[in-house]
């Protein structure tokens, strides 16, 4: 009762206790408004990313032009965020596993990309002939191109033709051609949605199909944010003090407090 009445006698002491108690119920009151934020925050990132696997679902391939006058083949990109179970995405990123060796939580993968190409191609050939023997001989066919950007084909081949008392006889025949072919692809936000850019500047490349999975981890992302809380704290210090019986002394302190740490909220 002794120290009730000390406390209620000391006016400066109960308006700091009411101090503190309007100041936690203040920051208590804005950490419940940036909560709900936070929590509607990532309802919307949730929605967002469903529609937008939904319309990549149903979106296909646009064919765009660059300067040169080359097709470009555009097409929505999914997005799969690891830390959820979708069972239709999850099957799509197996075949990707399997064939590229890829770890099973895919933690270290930023994103995925399969190409189905098909190559319309035509050519004229040089000819050479040779006469190997009387009877005998050698045609070689040969053609080289230069499509430019890595883009290039080289065809050699050969084949024998032999006079025979029953007419000609073809024989040996032999083809060889090799090609390389360079893509560039980028992923551009187009409209506020991710979407896959291909071209190529290969003549007669047909992109039938384009797929490109975005990994997104919002659960990792969420765990770094700042959380509210409660924390007991101790201190040790040297200063000024002031003792019960208000007088001013110098010396060591060491104190032990109950804090409250609020989340940082914008308004």
Partial sequence: ????????????????????????????????????????????????????NLKASI?????????????????????LDLSKKDQELNLMVNKYKRALKLSEDLSKVNSLLSVDLGIKDSLIANLKTSELDS?????EFDS???????????????????????????????????????LMAAIENVDGADRLKLTTTYPGVVIKNIENINLINTRLNRVNEK???????????????LNSNQAISFGPTLGIGLFYSPKFLRF
């Fill in 144 to 182: 080289f191109d230069d499509f430019g950007n890595g883009n290039s084909r080289n065809l050699f081949g050969s084949m024998l033709i032999t006079k025979t008392p029953f007419g000609l006889k073809y024989g040996n025949p032999s083809f060889n051609i090799s090609q390389t072919i360079n």
């Fill in 227 to 241: 959380k509210a809380g409660w924390s007991v704290g101790v201190g040790i210090g040297y200063g000024m003090n």
């Fill in 1 to 52: 009762m002794g120290l009730i009445k000390k406390i209620s006698d000391n006016k400066n002491l109960i308006i700091f206790i009411l101090g503190i108690v309007v100041t936690l119920l203040f920051l208590k009151q804005c950490n419940s408004i940036s909560s709900l934020k936070q929590d509607i925050k990532h309802a919307k990132e949730d929605a967002d990313i469903n529609l937008n």
């Fill in 135 to 139: 009877i005998t001989t050698k045609l």
């Fill in 59 to 79: 979106d296909t391939i646009t064919i765009l032009k660059n300067v040169n006058g080359d097709n470009i083949s555009q097409i929505r990109s999914y997005q």
